[in-house]
């Protein structure tokens, strides 16, 4: 959904430099430690050999784990995987609409220039992507072969960042695609760069208010930006957003099916153990449903989206 600068902004008060701690609105109780981070999304695809294919030949990362009907993806030159893919053969396609849970993933590149090579390879190989320019980080779109959403994004510098009041100013807005490929120089793309991460996650939920109760108050993220129509974002450690939710799947939404290509889970990272057995008393004070899996807690949002909760 794309809403500019001036849809949102227009007639606000003058916008501010978003400094450290003048943004952003936290939850009541408990907080997510800044160090928070993303991890790994797991994926149900309908085909394997066709998904790996297409990881490795669009987004440009490599194989580093397989077994069975399961592939581990990871940035070149790092062990570190992003994304698994588990086949069920013979899974539809997600549809473009109608579907709660994954709306994108989204890979975070180290560096603009790294952003600019990824979208000359894909005018290369004649992929099609969306694109938005964010304010706070320009992004491209895609879709993966079983139709789940990705984008591949670079943040602007920290002390570009603007806000109105306490509120992050984000919009979609065009990109300057011929900038950003003079930013990019003569080096060619050769796959995703090592500093490659899961910059954020965002999710189709049924409603904000109870998106919001779950989010901010359960599991503690700060909410940086209300404003976008029908959209919450939320972040730790004053980051522009590791979560996106919005009400765009439509008002008759339902969960995606067993026999869908769909997300599985996705993973918040936190510094201590300490900090995971906060979430969890938060969530068992909530009655959320959650449960361990080792060290691991596993929840799950109003909606059966699932989040893993570990130490990094």
Do not use: C
Request: charged share 25%; proline share 8%.
């Amino acid at each position: 959904m794309g809403v500019g600068t001036d849809d949102l902004f227009g007639g606000a008060p003058p916008a501010e430099p978003a400094t450290p701690g003048s943004y952003g609105e936290p939850p009541r109780g408990r907080r997510l430690p800044e160090a928070t981070r993303l991890g790994p999304v797991r994926l149900a695809v309908a085909d394997l050999a066709r998904s790996t294919d297409w990881y490795q030949r669009v987004l440009g990362l490599r194989i580093v784990e397989r077994a069975g009907a399961t592939a581990r993806l990871a940035p070149q030159h790092s062990d570190r995987w992003l994304v698994e893919l588990n086949e069920l053969p013979g899974a539809r396609a997600a549809p473009r609409r109608g579907r709660l849970g994954l709306f994108h993933f989204a890979i975070l590149l180290p560096d603009r220039p790294s952003l600019g090579r990824f979208v000359r390879h894909l005018h290369h190989i004649g992929a099609p992507a969306g694109a938005g320019d964010h304010l706070v980080s320009e992004a491209f779109y895609l879709q993966d072969p079983d139709n789940l959403g990705i984008e591949v994004y670079a943040d602007r510098p920290r002390d570009t960042w603007r806000r109105v009041g306490r509120e992050l100013m984000m919009a979609t807005d065009p990109v300057d695609v011929h900038d950003l490929l003079e930013e990019a120089g003569s080096e060619s793309w050769s796959g995703m760069p090592p500093g490659t991460t899961m910059g954020h996650v965002h999710l189709h939920v049924g409603d904000i208010p109870r998106a919001d109760e779950f989010y901010a108050e359960t599991i503690g993220f700060d909410r940086t930006v209300r404003r976008y129509p029908g959209a919450l974002f939320l972040s730790a450690g004053g980051y522009h957003h590791h979560l996106g939710t919005n009400t765009w799947a439509g008002p008759d939404a339902k969960p995606a099916g067993e026999d869908e290509a769909r997300l599985l889970e996705w993973t918040i990272e936190l510094p201590r153990e300490a900090d995971v057995d906060a979430v969890a008393a938060s969530l068992t004070k909530a009655k959320a449903p959650a449960r361990r899996d080792g060290a691991d807690l596993i929840a799950s949002d109003p909606w059966g989206t699932t989040a893993r909760i570990r130490t990094a």
